[in-house]
């Protein structure tokens, strides 16, 4: 390696603090960002980055590993024999053979596309599941493969442009759910190219809901890649919705549900960056937004209805760090049903990681329990959840431990 060159913290034996710097500088921190984020202060990151402090509690690491987001605790603490994912799963068994549908290059027309009609209907059905099976991943990772390899062979066989535009949309919504099983897996550059060749599919078919839907997903794609990525994420969020803006007062109800989903993912990034103001005025924006829709409508991609907004509340101030805010927000959240169970399980995280602000870690366990119950799929790849729950094993309280560490093993954190 040359003596200039930044060294990698997954291969050399490098102190925490030097693995702190290198994970901040990666993710486009400063010193006094992460200090922030972290309750902390910029001299005191720095205090640890060079040594001057050692290495904090379990509490703070976890944080810490939170905010920069590692794939492995081990990525940050360097303790290489017990290994943690945390904001990346450990791999579905059903990942190779998506994976594998998504990089084929197929040409010719050795694989006869089924009608337009059939598609959609499977499509529907396949939605259907992630939101309403406990084991959504497997439900969907069984059925993405061959939806991959027909819908675009519906786009190589189309004969007309109206036909391909309407196959590109297809296409372009199966991308979409192709990304939901996508995220969390062990495989960054595979995300990327479903949420590219999402947004490709979308823009050839010139259907204001299905490039509002890749937009959507790629805004997330951008904002969970980390504080440098945030801009990346608002260009595509805000072109977006000054493409949609003049088609709403005719739009659909799904066309109007993309664009207030849209509207609070700029609130959702204003947040994440503690722009307080901005991130209530996106959330105020999208509530207008939703209430225009029927009372029992709910867009079957982003789950954005009236019901979610409350749901979105929560998130907004569990971002901007507002405990008390968090749990008023969870309170009046909870008198409406959210239809989908992996939405209804990451609502429940959301609620724990407000419980666990607002100095609740009994509370947040048992909000845990209740996620782990709608969708255990959702919550296994939860990093938010799974550094609540590793914190909580090393309570002072002996009952709180216990619970905690029964749901480490529910997560596959503890052995058995």
Do not use: C
């Given at each position: ?63 810490l590993a939170e905010i920069l987001r590692v794939r492995d605790l081990s990525d940050l603490t360097g303790n290489q024999s017990v290994h943690v994912d945390l904001f990346t799963g450990p791999g579905h068994p059903r990942l190779p053979a998506v994976k594998a549908a998504v990089d084929a290059f197929p ?310």
């Amino acid at each position: 390696m040359p003596s200039d060159a930044t060294p990698d913290p997954y291969a050399d034996p490098l102190a925490f603090g030097q693995r702190l710097q290198i994970l901040r500088t990666r993710r486009g921190l400063t010193r006094e960002q992460l200090g922030g984020l972290a309750g902390r202060s910029g001299s005191w990151v720095k205090g640890v980055e060079t040594g001057r402090l050692k290495t904090p509690k379990l509490e703070i690491v976890l944080r810490l590993a939170e905010i920069l987001r590692v794939r492995d605790l081990s990525d940050l603490t360097g303790n290489q024999s017990v290994h943690v994912d945390l904001f990346t799963g450990p791999g579905h068994p059903r990942l190779p053979a998506v994976k594998a549908a998504v990089d084929a290059f197929p040409l010719g027309a050795r694989r006869e596309a089924p009608p337009a009609a059939h598609l959609r209907a499977r499509l529907a059905r396949a939605w259907s599941a992630r939101h309403e099976a406990p084991n959504h991943r497997d439900v969907v990772g069984a059925l993405l493969p061959d939806l991959i390899r027909d819908a675009q062979a519906a786009v190589r066989q189309a004969e007309s442009s109206a036909d391909r535009r309407a196959a590109h949309a297809i296409l372009a919504e199966v991308y979409s759910l192709s990304q939901f099983f996508v995220a969390y897996q062990p495989d960054a550059a595979l995300l990327w190219r479903v949420a590219e060749r999402g947004l490709i599919a979308a823009q050839e078919s010139e259907d204001p809901h299905a490039i509002g839907v890749a937009a959507w997903l790629a805004a997330q794609a951008h904002r969970d890649s980390g504080p440098a990525h945030f801009d990346a994420a608002d260009a595509v969020t805000m072109d977006v919705l000054r493409f949609l803006d003049p088609q709403l007062p005719d739009a659909t109800d799904d066309v109007r549900a993309i664009a207030g989903a849209l509207q609070f993912e700029a609130g959702y990034t204003a947040a994440r960056r503690g722009e307080t103001g901005t991130a209530w005025a996106w959330w105020d924006k999208a509530e207008k937004t939703a209430k225009k829709l029927p009372a029992d409508y709910y867009h079957p991609v982003t789950s954005f209805s009236r019901a979610i907004m409350g749901a979105h509340a929560v998130t907004v101030a569990v971002e901007l760090h507002q405990g008390g805010e968090s749990v008023r927000q969870a309170a009046k959240a909870d008198k409406a049903v959210i239809k989908s169970r992996p939405r209804r399980a990451r609502h429940r995280i959301e609620e724990a990681r407000g419980y666990q602000l607002d100095g609740q870690p009994d509370v947040a366990l048992a909000t845990l329990d209740k996620a782990h119950e709608a969708a255990p799929e959702t919550i296994k790849y939860n990093g938010y959840a799974k550094r609540i729950v590793l914190e909580e094993t090393e309570a002072k309280s002996e009952p709180r431990r216990r619970r905690a560490s029964e749901l480490a093993v529910k997560l596959g954190l503890l052995a058995a």
